[in-house]
């Protein structure tokens, strides 16, 4: 099969199309053939070797991936051959036409979602899901501000949200993604980069500022979100590209809370959970990824550059 290899870490040009023998799945494991991979940031943080997960070399990145089943190993009861499945994570890698999962791994794919559209499920949306639900326990009737609203996890963070009932504000760096974050159901839309913008969101909750705030720039951002957050609020950073300074007062102030969050912490008796209403979403069509661009997997190395660029617009999948 053809698959991307990385055999050094480094920058985008490290990825690689190459022949590779087809995997073959042992007892539990499932096989898939790829129709989309979807291309995340963490990708490219762990392409460039500077990231948590350190993958022994050569590996093919990817955690995300839509497509059927092609084979089964012993005693796997989850899924069978031909079905549509997502991927949350694989064995072998998800840059490739085929990718090796353990049975945990794959998920129902509901008919009404494109393949392409799978391959932006996983990663974003279990993010938003674990952020908002699982970290900052948010409860319908709250306001949340997905403050990066535009991209992978800012569109599922906000289809989510809606759905569950929350009041939604979202924020976006152009007008095309703006546009999109409306689209997706946020009440209101603000521009991160508009001076001014923290006050409008202010006005927006009736001087009380948002309960919870989903945060992709937090290295940017932290220090204003506290600043603006209701009382008994809770931050969660989802993004974070570099240090920042915080007043520490803001937060006793309102009793404000900030979490960490990493998916790759999340428990597997967490994701199952996760998954489950995920898929749920799917089904009933409340959770539809956005996808902005197709790109062949040949050419992996600009999606990485792509992906890291300002004027984000839903997610970047590679198709084998
Ligand atoms: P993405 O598709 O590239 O989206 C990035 C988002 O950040 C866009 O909405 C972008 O908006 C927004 N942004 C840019 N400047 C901003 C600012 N000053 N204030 C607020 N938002 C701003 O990336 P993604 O896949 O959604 O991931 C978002 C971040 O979360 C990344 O840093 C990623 O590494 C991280 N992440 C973490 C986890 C975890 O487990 N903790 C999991 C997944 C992702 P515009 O481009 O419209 O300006």
Not at 85 to 113: F, H, K, M, N, W
Not at 143 to 170: K, M
Not at 291 to 300: C, D, K, N, Q, Y
Request: with cysteine; proline share 6%; glycine share 14%.
């Amino acid at each position: 099969m053809k698959a991307i290899r990385v055999h050094e870490f480094g920058g985008p040009e490290v990825l690689r199309l190459e022949d590779v023998p087809d995997p073959r799945p042992g007892a539990g494991q499932v096989l898939v053939r790829v129709r989309a991979a979807g291309v995340n940031p963490v990708d490219t943080y762990i392409r460039g070797g500077g990231h948590a997960v350190r993958p022994q070399l050569p590996f093919t990145p990817g955690l995300d991936a839509a497509g059927t089943v092609e084979a089964v190993g012993e005693g796997v009861e989850r899924v069978r051959v031909g079905d549509r499945v997502y991927t949350a994570g694989s064995l072998s890698g998800a840059y490739a036409e085929l990718a090796l999962c353990d049975e945990a791994q794959v998920y129902a794919l509901p008919e009404r979602i494109s393949f392409a559209e799978g391959a932006g499920v996983s990663t974003p949306y279990a993010t938003a899901y674990r952020a908002l639900f699982q970290r900052a326990h948010g409860v319908a009737g709250e306001t949340v501000l997905v403050h990066g609203a535009s991209g992978g996890v800012g569109t599922a963070a906000v289809q989510i949200a809606r759905a569950a009932g929350f009041t939604v504000i979202g924020t976006g760096g152009t007008d095309e993604g703006r546009r999109l974050v409306a689209e997706q159901g946020a009440q209101y839309v603000l521009d991160h980069h508009a001076p001014g913008y923290l006050d409008e969101l202010t006005k927006l909750t009736g001087g009380r500022g948002p309960d919870v705030i989903l945060e992709m720039l937090a290295n940017v951002n932290l220090n204003k979100d506290l600043g603006v957050i209701a009382k008994g609020g809770r931050v969660v950073v989802i993004g974070s590209r570099g240090a920042v300074e915080i007043n520490p007062r803001l937060a006793m102030a309102r009793d404000a809370t900030v979490l960490g969050m990493m998916l790759f912490n999340a428990s597997p008796r967490e994701l199952e959970s996760v998954h489950a209403g995920l898929v749920a979403g799917l089904e009933a069509g409340t959770l539809r990824p956005v996808v902005g661009r197709e790109l062949p997997i040949a050419s992996a190395a600009r999606a990485h550059e792509e992906v890291l660029k300002p004027g984000a617009y839903g997610k970047i999948v590679l198709i084998p």
